[in-house]
Nanobody, 124 residues
Framework: QVQLVESGGGLVQAGGSLRLSCADS????????MGWFRQAPGKEREFVAA????????YYADSVKGRFTISRDNAKNTVYLQMNSLKPEDTAIYYC?????????????????WGQGTQVTVSS
């Protein structure tokens, strides 16, 4: 069982940084690839980044490539999203999720577990 809890969201000025964390209280965290998604007001939820179970493979949406970094610490059952050079268009609720097969990283319906989300607001 995987139980995900995000933290680290907040209000930041454009150009600033935030680091989101997603902790799993279950026992099978290292068996799953992990993804971050976001949903802005009035928009559909979209893929942001994903990482393999080992941390050796990562994927990013074009809109965040070069600014965001996904990482994980399996000893702490935690996945991170370091967000730098934030823009107002990054404002959204950010969700972490777990998927068994990394090849499905862009397909929301293939993710098995989701966190409750954390709000990120970037002011201009």
């Amino acid at each position: 069982q995987v139980q995900l809890v995000e933290s680290g969201g907040g209000l930041v000025q454009a150009g600033g940084s935030l680091r989101l964390s997603c902790a799993d209280s279950g026992r099978t965290f290292s068996s799953y690839a992990m993804g971050w998604f976001r949903q802005a007001p009035g928009k559909e939820r979209e893929f942001v980044a994903a990482i393999s179970w080992s941390g050796g493979i990562t994927y990013y949406a074009d809109s965040v490539k070069g600014r965001f970094t996904i990482s994980r610490d399996n000893a702490k059952n935690t996945v991170y999203l370091q967000m730098n050079s934030l823009k107002p268009e990054d404002t959204a609720i950010y969700y972490c999720a777990a998927v068994f097969e990394l090849s499905y990283y862009r397909i929301q319906g293939r993710y098995d577990y989701w966190g409750q989300g954390t709000q990120v607001t970037v002011s201009s």
